[in-house]
Structure formats: C-alpha cells, structure tokens
C-alpha cells in the first residue's frame, strides 16, 4: 500500500464538473494498494496518518498532527502509485491491485480513517477526477507498507 500524504490548506475533487469531496484545512491523500494488501497494511496506515507530526505549533515547528490541529482528509483513490516505468515510455501498471479488490480495499481504509477522524471527503473510485488543492508548505511524505504476497 502506498499513500502520498500532502499538507493542504484546502483541496476538493470533481467529477464530471461537479465538486464530489472538499476540505480545508488538513490532509490530501493519494491510496494506491497492490497484491498482498490486508487490513493490517490499512491500519498501520490509518494510525500513521493520523499521528503523524507535520502541522506547525505555535513556534513554527513541525511538531503536531492531524488530530491535534481538527483537520479534514481528502482521500483519493490511485492506482497509478504503483506505475512501473523502467521498461519503455508507457508505465506498466501490473503491480496495482485490481479494481474489485482495490475498491474494497479503498472503501474499508476510508471508513477506518472515519472512525479517527471527524471530517473524511473521497472521490469516487474509477472516476476520471480532476483534484485541485493548496500544498501547505509544501509538504509532501510517501508512505508505503508493504502486503505479505508469500502468506506468512
């Protein structure tokens, strides 16, 4: 599983011209799960998210997260986190998981991260969507937790 973690000031999501998911203040999210993702691999995540320190205290420091300053998360689906491009000009996308199991996937990450968090806007899986949104900072973390592909 790989998330792109992006502080925002504000960030939305469109489809078909009409604004489906929007936050201020907070987290925009880009999810994108592979062969071998299970709900432990979701939660490992949701907790690191939610924790992790990368809003300004009161000095200007790095210093609290999410929880801390009430911020939103914007959640967009991704499969093209897992695009591999060392062959060739057109990226190989083999390794993202397949629609059906991604989207359960999807949906199950988005309700944990409900359970944590007040304010969870989304896309709409599949769906061509247009995302606009202020980096704050920038700041931008890639997270990855990898699945057990073998079983054990």
Known sequence: ????????????????????????????LL????????????????????HLRIFDDENGVMNQSLLDVSGGILSISQ??????????RRPSYIKALNGDEAKGLYQLFNQKLRNAVELVEEGIFGA?????????GPVTIILEKEGNLDGK
């Open 79 to 88: 499969f093209t986190l897992y695009a591999d491009t060392r062959k060739g």
């Open 1 to 28: 599983m790989r998330v792109v973690v992006q502080r925002c000031m504000k960030a939305s999501v469109s489809v078909e011209n009409k604004i489906v998911g929007k936050i201020d203040k907070g987290l925009m």
């Open 31 to 50: 999810v994108g799960f592979t062969y071998g993702d299970t709900e432990k691999e979701i939660d490992y995540m949701v907790d690191k998210i939610v």
């Open 128 to 136: 061509d969507m247009k995302v606009d949104f202020i980096n704050d």
